[in-house]
T-cell receptor, first 116, second 115 residues
Framework: AQSVSQHNHHVILSEAASLELGCNYS??????LFWYVQYPGQHLQLLLK????DPLVKGIKGFEAEFIKSKFSFNLRKPSVQWSDTAEYFC??????????????WGLGTSLAVNP | GAGVSQSPSNKVTEKGKDVELRCDPI?????LYWYRQSLGQGLEFLIY????????KSGLPSDRFSAERTGGSVSTLTIQRTQQEDSAVYLC?????????????FGPGTRLTVT
C-alpha cells in the first residue's frame, strides 16, 4: 500500500545542533513532495516543496530537503536549529493511487523540541 | 480576509447531537480540503472539493459525515449523531487549483469535543 513514513516521532535537540528528519514513501511513480510545519498554536504552513529539477530544495527559515529517488526519501535538514524551530513537522507526498487519481498522503508527523 | 477561516474555533457537544463546521477558503481558491487530526495522529484526509463538486470523498469515515460547498467558496462539514470518537481537530485547507500538487493553505481548525 502507498504510505509515507516518518521514522522519528519525537526528537529533542539543543540549540545549534544539526537536524535531520527522515521521510520515506512507498511508490514507484512520479511524486511531488512537501514538508509542512505546525508551530505551537499556529496553523499548518508549507516549509518547502519539490516538484522537479534540482533535488536539493531550500525552504523558509534555513530548512532544506533532498529528494533521493533511488531511496524514495525526502529528508528534511537544518544545520543549526533554534528554540523557535520547536514544532510538529509533517511530510506529504502527492502520488497517483490505484484508480489513477492523484492523492496526497501524509506522514504521522515528527514532534521537534529544541532546548535553549 | 487573507487566510482560511474556520468556525467555530471550539465546539463541545453531547453524544448523539449533530454539528456543523464551517470553512471559508482564500478568495479565488478553487480547491478545498477537509482533514481530521486526532491526538497523537497524523492528518486524516476526509474530503476534497474542486469547485462545488467533490471528486474524492474516500476519506469520510462513515455515512454520519457529509460535506457540501456552495458558490465555489464556503464549505460546511456536518457530523450527524456525534460519537466520542469524533472528538478531534477538524482542519480545512484550500489551494489555488486542484490535483493535490499545489500548496495547501490551512485554517486554524475547529476543536470538536463530544462528551
Amino acid at each position: 500500500a502507498q504510505s509515507v513514513s516518518q521514522h522519528n516521532h519525537h526528537v529533542i535537540l539543543s540549540e545549534a545542533a544539526s537536524l535531520e528528519l527522515g521521510c520515506n514513501y512507498s511508490y514507484g511513480g512520479t511524486v511531488n513532495l512537501f514538508w509542512y510545519v505546525q508551530y505551537p498554536g499556529q496553523h499548518l504552513q508549507l516549509l518547502l516543496k519539490y516538484f522537479s529539477g534540482d533535488p536539493l530544495v531550500k525552504g523558509i527559515k534555513g530548512f532544506e530537503a533532498e529528494f533521493i529517488k533511488s531511496k524514495f526519501s525526502f529528508n528534511l535538514r537544518k544545520p543549526s536549529v533554534q528554540w523557535s524551530d520547536t514544532a510538529e513537522y509533517f511530510c506529504a507526498v502527492s502520488l497517483l493511487n490505484a484508480g489513477n487519481n492523484r492523492k496526497l498522503i501524509w506522514g504521522l508527523g515528527t514532534s521537534l523540541a529544541v532546548n535553549p | 480576509g487573507a487566510g482560511v477561516s474556520q468556525s467555530p474555533s471550539n465546539k463541545v457537544t453531547e453524544k448523539g447531537k449533530d454539528v456543523e463546521l464551517r470553512c471559508d477558503p482564500i478568495s479565488g481558491h478553487t480547491a478545498l480540503y477537509w482533514y481530521r487530526q486526532s491526538l497523537g495522529q497524523g492528518l486524516e484526509f476526509l474530503i476534497y472539493f474542486q469547485g462545488n463538486s467533490a471528486p474524492d470523498k474516500s476519506g469520510l469515515p462513515s455515512d454520519r459525515f457529509s460535506a457540501e460547498r456552495t458558490g465555489g467558496s464556503v464549505s460546511t462539514l456536518t457530523i450527524q449523531r456525534t460519537q466520542q470518537e469524533d472528538s478531534a481537530v477538524y482542519l480545512c485547507a484550500s489551494s489555488q487549483a486542484g490535483g493535490w500538487s499545489y500548496e495547501q493553505y490551512f485554517g486554524p481548525g475547529t476543536r470538536l469535543t463530544v462528551t
